[in-house]
């Protein structure tokens, strides 16, 4: 496979002048804990989708499924490819059988990891852990934590396998902890969120990241197919989600929150296809959640000449979309429900303006709307 070539970075967005600078606490709201998804309806399309009408400012109350009939032939929708990660870890410490949780994070090189782990007793330099699969069996796995990073581990892996291999077989379905608390009592195999916590076009390829893209989790084979013969083009990119995803921005203002990295890689075919939707003015770019925005938003504008490039666009992003924010590539957008002070909220902020976001907000929690991960879905026309 040609070697990544790396795209300019793009500077934080929120950083453009402006009269007023976004408030941390102006992303707030309160969420009944009945409206928290606990699971995904099913078929994945019968989910509820609010459409936001951006230019008559209307709002209807629809499903998924509807969504071809929102769309025109010539028009493109983006999707993410990357496949989610058995990354969350449980296990107990050899000699005191003290139980651990945790996340994987990394494999910066081969039998080390970048791990997150909290356990009730404090953790040091030297200890292993026994890794347990989804049915609490030990399978021959150890972690020896070798030192801190930042607020992870570095750990070896006393066991054969990538750590691909070794998830596979030990690793659990990281689910947000906002769904594992909103469940309480209820039990839920793992083989049945390993499902669910994965997009039906996910590259098994392209494994890397640990939260899904959850946008695309309404997708349906048959979705799929109305789209594509309704005339509406498919593109794939790829960002690989990161844990700082889902975590609450803390400082005041969201001009000073310090955003995370994520690694994007985006073919020749992808932007190819984009340049054809701007230049040849074929339709309008529909982005499948927040990930493919800050995906496509951190390309370089103009888009190159395919002929110029040696290989696929790509790089990390640390991209924070706020209000204010001149969007270059996106024209719409599919997205969930997204979690109160959190930077996925501000980039649908952005797209549709503060006092607008809070309307919706309020409106889909009057209409009992399902939220966050496992929740319905709003679509946000020009």
Not at 191 to 212: H, P
Not at 249 to 254: A, D, F, G, M, Y
Not at 279 to 293: D, H, K, L, P, Q
Not at 298 to 326: C, M
Request: hydrophobic share 40%; net charge positive; with cysteine.
């Amino acid at each position: 496979m040609p070697d990544v070539v790396p795209a300019p970075r793009p500077g934080t967005a929120n950083v453009q002048m402006s009269k007023h600078v976004l408030r941390t606490d102006e992303l707030d709201y309160q969420l009944p804990q009945a409206l928290i998804a606990t699971r995904p309806v099913e078929p994945r399309d019968s989910a509820k989708m609010l459409v936001i009408s951006r230019c008559r400012d209307t709002i209807e109350h629809r499903h998924v499924r509807d969504l071809p009939g929102y769309l025109q032939s010539g028009d493109a929708m983006v999707f993410n490819t990357t496949a989610v990660v058995r990354a969350r870890l449980l296990g107990r410490r050899v000699g005191t059988g003290g139980r651990v949780e945790g996340l994987f994070l990394d494999e910066p090189e081969p039998g080390r990891w970048l791990v997150m782990l909290r356990s009730n007793g404090r953790l040091r330099r030297g200890q292993q852990i026994e890794l347990l699969d989804p049915q609490g069996r030990a399978q021959g796995h150890l972690l020896e934590l070798l030192d801190r990073q930042a607020a992870g581990w570095v750990a070896r892996v006393l066991g054969p396998g990538s750590a691909t291999s070794v998830l596979d077989r030990v690793g659990h379905t990281p689910l947000p902890p906002y769904i594992r608390r909103a469940r309480g009592d209820q039990l839920v195999a793992d083989a049945l969120d390993r499902q669910w916590y994965q997009t039906v076009y996910a590259d098994a390829q392209q494994r890397g990241s640990v939260a899904a893209p959850t946008a695309g989790l309404h997708f349906t084979p048959d979705l799929l197919g109305r789209l594509e013969k309704s005339g509406v083009q498919r593109i794939d990119v790829m960002l690989h989600i990161g844990l700082g995803t889902f975590q609450p921005i803390t400082s005041p203002r969201i001009d000073q929150h310090v955003m995370h990295e994520e690694h994007y890689v985006v073919s020749p075919d992808a932007i190819a296809a984009l340049r054809e939707q701007r230049t040849g003015r074929r339709g309008r770019i529909f982005a499948v959640g927040s990930t493919v925005v800050r995906t496509l938003e951190s390309l370089p504008e103009p888009l190159p000449q395919t002929t110029a490039l040696d290989g696929p666009l790509g790089g990390q992003t640390n991209l924070l979309i706020a209000p204010p924010y001149q969007f270059k590539y996106v024209d719409g957008m599919l997205t969930n429900f997204h979690l109160p002070r959190s930077t996925l909220l501000a980039l649908v902020a952005a797209m549709i303006g503060l006092d607008r976001l809070k309307a919706v907000y309020h409106e889909a929690i009057e209409q009992r709307y399902r939220f966050y991960s496992y929740g319905d879905a709003m679509l946000i026309l020009p």
